[in-house]
């Protein structure tokens, strides 16, 4: 072949459609920000029927990791993702169709070896970098703030 | 004499079956399969066992067309894309024939020809069975996500075919033949971008045609198609522009990821992908109209992408492979 890589690595870049992204963001804004006043709606609803607002908060998460693992069991998360994109990645419901959809994926493998063991999967790395990252804050915040506040 | 190799006597494709999955039923070429299931699980309970059920019944399709039993067949070749080519050795476990799996990734319709038409010619063999077979569900637990993990596919993503084919080369019988064939060499130029297989395979490609070109000194007018395998609309773009640059214009060039489905309503981004295209689309489409007298003297090379999941993590780039088979409607 007469063309070198740096040459085809210039053609494939014009000959690959770029997504739309325009039209991905609004998509994600959409149905993302669907998803976040869902959860906004739900904690108010859990403080009105006498939530303390930690709990209703806590109760708000609860419930949509619950209602997008239902509906990734459904297989209906997956659709919608198909237009939101990050609208579906982002907020915590992506992070219960990350560890549900594998879960449902490897259970042909068993409930120990495949279920159990590939769970984690995609969800994983959030896991291990989200404690190590909350770790390192909390030292931080230890020794720059004031003993006994 | 050695690259290109022209065989004694032209090798019959004598008989040919194809099974497909819903969306393939669905698509342009659907009423020409042998059998479309609507169920992709193939009334199994793993993708795998479907993959393998899938593969058995394009089989027993072959065997009753042919009306010969597994015996008579002197050897099977075939390949897959899940780990250990399983889904074809598990189709042949509880069937008598001499089996050789092969793996080249979605180039294991040709090259499984290519095998089966040297092996008759060189005498020892009568007939060879070539298989190829990919399922969508097997190939993204193996390449990618989980099923219902919500993602969103690129513009230059594939997608994979739900399909296995055969195709039954025989010493003599009714073609059309195969004339020639040529092994493809492995061609690399640097994609990491396992969404964008189009790219990594176009290069070998256009390798396997210039190289044909130049040593039988064919020409492209000289084909009625030059069928790829799945290239994609990307891949396809690119092979035009890299054999542009050999100064070979590519006038009547058709890819099997391109024909199998309607890219725009069935939403498969850059087109289809996976072993079972270009098997599929050689059984449902190319070799019935070889048959018909609509098509006379085709290349069909199917091109495949020799990554795994783990070279992917390791930044590696994509090796591309494309072998050639020469197939004519009459003995010329």
């Not at chain 1, 970098?129 to 931080?140: E, F, K, N």
């Not at chain 2, 067949?73 to 042949?92: H, K, R």
């Not at chain 2, 399909?163 to 019988?173: D, I, K, S």
Request: proline share 4%.
């Amino acid at each position: 072949m007469k063309i070198n890589k740096k040459e085809y690595s210039y053609m494939v870049e014009q000959a690959s459609p770029p997504s739309h992204l325009g039209k991905n963001c609004l998509w994600a804004f959409i149905i993302g920000g669907s998803i976040c006043t869902l959860g906004e709606w739900l904690y108010k609803f859990y403080k009105n029927i006498g939530f303390i607002m930690s709990d209703a908060r806590l109760m708000a998460s609860i419930s949509l990791v619950g209602l997008a693992a239902v509906l990734t069991g459904l297989g209906w998360y997956s659709r919608l993702a198909k237009k939101a994109g990050a609208g579906t990645l982002v907020p915590i419901t992506g992070f219960a169709n990350a560890v549900v959809s594998p879960a449902m994926e490897f259970r042909a493998e068993g409930l120990i070896t495949g279920t159990g063991t590939k769970m984690f999967i995609i969800a994983g790395p959030v896991i291990v970098y989200g404690i190590l990252a909350s770790v390192v804050y909390g030292l931080i915040l230890f020794f720059i703030s004031p003993m006994g506040r | 004499m050695g690259r290109i190799i022209t065989l004694k006597k032209p090798v019959a494709i004598t008989t040919h079956s194809c099974v497909g999955g819903k969306k393939e039923g669905q698509g342009p070429l659907g009423e020409y399969f042998d059998i479309i299931s609507e169920d992709n699980y193939f009334g199994q309970e793993s993708w795998e066992k479907a993959e393998t059920e899938m593969l058995k019944r394009s089989f027993y399709t072959i065997l009753k067309k042919r009306d010969i039993k597994p015996q008579d067949i002197d050897v099977a070749l075939g390949g897959d894309l899940c780990n250990q080519i399983t889904s074809t050795a598990f189709c042949y476990r509880d069937i008598p024939v001499p089996f050789l799996g092969l793996y080249g990734a979605c180039s294991a319709m040709a090259e499984s020809m290519v095998i089966g038409a040297c092996l008759i010619n060189s005498g020892g063999v009568d007939n060879a069975l070539c298989s190829a077979s990919s399922h969508f569900a097997t190939a993204e637990r193996q390449f990618r996500t989980p099923l219902d993990y919500g993602g969103k596919r690129t513009p230059t993503a594939q997608w994979t075919v739900t399909g296995a084919a055969h195709a039954l080369l025989e010493r003599e019988g009714k073609g059309p033949f195969i004339t020639r064939v040529m092994f493809g060499r492995i061609a690399d130029l640097g994609i990491k971008d396992a969404n964008n297989m189009g790219a990594a395979m176009a290069p070998a490609a256009a390798t396997t045609l210039k190289e044909f070109f130049t040593l039988s000194g064919e020409k492209v007018e000289n084909y009625d198609a030059i069928y790829t395998g799945d290239l994609g609309q990307v891949g396809t773009d690119l092979l035009k522009q890299l054999l542009m640059h050999e100064n070979i214009e590519l006038t009547n060039h058709k890819d099997c990821g391109l024909i199998i489905f309607d890219r725009e309503s069935q939403q498969v981004q850059a087109g289809a992908s996976g072993c079972g295209c270009s098997g599929c689309v050689l059984s449902s489409h190319i070799l019935p109209q070889l048959e018909a007298g609509n098509l006379h003297r085709i290349l069909f090379m199917a091109t495949g992408a020799l990554l795994s999941p783990t070279t992917t993590m390791q930044q590696e780039s994509i090796p591309g492979i494309a072998h050639l088979v020469e197939i004519v409607a009459e003995k010329e």
